[in-house]
Every structure is written in C-alpha cells, then in structure tokens.
C-alpha cells in the first residue's frame, strides 16, 4: 500500500523554485517524512527528512503541514543539476529494521 | 563523493561464476544495507546490518550471501545467479537503523547476469 502520493512528473525553470508537493495522508505520530532524489545511474540521495516542523538545509528546505498529512520539498534555486526523480518517503518504527520503501517518485526536469 | 563507495560499478557474469560485490563506508555508521533495484521495479531491501550482526534477511535467495567483517565493510557474494538477478544492487549506510537516522547510499553495482 503506497504511503505517499507524489505527482508523475514536473517541470522548473532554471534559476527558480522547485516546489515538490507529497501527500501522506495515512501518517501516523511516529513516522518521519524522508526525500531522497536519484539522478540516473547513480544510488540514491538522501536530501532532508522531517518529523513535525519545518526543516532547512544546505540542499533544500521541507514544510510539512500541521495536521501533517502533506508536504512540499522545495529547491529554492534549481539548476541543470537537480534533474532527477524525486522520492518522498514516510518511514516509521513498524518499517522493519529501517527499510525504506520507494515509490514511483516525481520526476523534474529542470529547462534553462 | 557519498560517503558510500561500491566496487566493481559494472559487473558481466555468467550463471555459473561465483563473484563478490564490495561496499565501504567513510561515515563511522554502524548500519549497512544492501538493495536491489531493478528495471521500473521500487527499490527492494535485501540484508540489513546493524553492528556487524546480520538483523534482516528479506527473503533472499541463497545464492546470495552477504558478509560484514566490520561496520565499515559490507560483502555480497553471488553465486550461480539467474537472469533475472540483472538489476543495480546498492548498498547503504546509516548511524544507527532507527526511523530517524537518514541511510546514505553509494552509486550501485549494475550487474548483468548473461
């Protein structure tokens, strides 16, 4: 059962915000809102997770909503580089052992 | 630079060959992980690792056979291996196995199994 529902694909200017909306409806008080991005051919990145508040980074920042049923990952100046698909993952301690399970993701692509 | 880096990144090998698959993390984490991605297929987490002591088995097929002499090294030996065992196979690192500890993966092995 998917826990996450992301959007098939979007597009962002060069230069501009990129912001990634999630859905996560189901989530429970315990469980942690993961992003993780893969360009192709390589592993997967970790960018940013997040419990109950806002979250910033070197990478990105991460709002989730207060009833915590949503949230949006956002790029606050995309280049070429952050073409990838991007994974947003809810993950708990009923998660054995730490797996992480991903979705279809979004995949951006970033224009000049 | 991951953090996480996986040796051969490509390996060709023929149903009867025995070959290893090498990980090594520079993260002082304690947990390691290993995953297959196959082609449109979500990621599937195969051996987990949490101070050395084998914590998961995933279901796997014996033909795999993971090894963790330290928290810094993770080993996947293959072994008579089917065609649909062609996939990328990751490895991944984390502080501790917790929900709130962030796995950190290296570029992956592709493998064809031919």
């Known amino acids: 059962d998917a826990k996450t529902t992301q959007p098939p694909s979007m597009d962002c200017a060069e230069g501009r915000a990129a912001n990634l909306p999630c859905n996560h409806s189901t989530i429970s008080g315990n469980e942690y809102v993961y992003w993780y991005r893969q360009i192709h051919s390589q592993g997967p990145q970790y960018i940013i997770h997040g419990l109950k508040n806002n979250e910033t980074n070197e990478m990105a920042s991460l709002i989730i909503t207060e009833d915590r049923k949503s949230s949006t990952l956002i790029l606050p100046h995309a280049t070429l580089r952050d073409t990838a698909v991007y994974y947003c993952?809810?993950?708990?301690?009923?998660?054995?052992?730490?797996?992480?399970?991903f979705g279809a993701g979004t995949q951006v692509v970033v224009t000049p | 630079e991951t953090g996480v880096t996986q040796t051969p990144r490509h390996l060709v090998m023929g149903m009867t060959n025995k070959k290893s698959l090498k990980c090594e993390q520079h993260l002082g984490h304690n947990a390691m992980y290993w995953y297959k991605q196959s082609a449109k297929k979500p990621l599937e987490l195969m051996f987990v690792y949490n101070f050395k002591e084998q914590t998961e088995n995933n279901s796997v097929p014996s033909r795999f056979s993971p090894e963790c002499p330290n928290s810094s090294h993770l080993f996947l030996h293959l072994h008579t291996l089917q065609p649909e065992d062609s996939a990328l196979y990751l490895c991944?690192?984390?502080?501790?196995?917790?929900?709130?500890?962030?796995?950190?993966f290296g570029d992956g092995t592709r493998l064809s199994i031919l």
């Open positions: 993952i809810v993950r708990g301690t009923t998660d054995s052992w730490g797996k992480l399970q």
């Open positions: 991944a690192s984390s502080r501790e196995t917790g929900p709130s500890q962030p796995q950190h």
